[in-house]
Nanobody, 121 residues
Framework: QVQLLESGGGLVQAGGSLKLSCAAS????????MAWYRQFPGKQRDYVARITSGSITNYADSVKGRFTISRDNANNTVYLQMNSLKPEDTAVYYCAAGRLTQWGTGTYDYWGQGTQVTVSS
């Protein structure tokens, strides 16, 4: 089992920044891919960004140039630095852990509890 603990959410004004953290523990040796998703009220979860064990990153078009995903392997922690935040970024943000498939997509076996990010206009 793998446990994921997110932190760093909160309320920020438009144009501001927040940094989310996701600390992984447990059988993390099997994890080769970490990602952030977000969920708007009444909607399904949307992909935000991912990072491989080799620190290769990928972003959704909606956050490209504003958000940065990174990892600290020594502390088994993944971060999401969010800059130039907009009211439409308001959502619950979830950390996910899993692996890459042979087709280059991500499959996620573990999810965090989510952290609320609210951007006021």
């Amino acid at each position: 089992q793998v446990q994921l603990l997110e932190s760093g959410g909160g309320l920020v004004q438009a144009g501001g920044s927040l940094k989310l953290s996701c600390a992984a523990s447990g059988n993390i040796f099997r994890i080769t891919l970490m990602a952030w998703y977000r969920q708007f009220p009444g909607k399904q979860r949307d992909y935000v960004a991912r990072i491989t064990s080799g620190s290769i990153t990928n972003y959704a078009d909606s956050v490209k140039g504003r958000f940065t995903i990174s990892r600290d392997n020594a502390n088994n922690t993944v971060y999401l630095q969010m800059n130039s935040l907009k009211p439409e970024d308001t959502a619950v943000y979830y950390c996910a852990a899993g692996r890459l498939t042979q087709w280059g997509t991500g499959t996620y076996d573990y999810w965090g509890q989510g952290t609320q990010v609210t951007v006021s206009s």
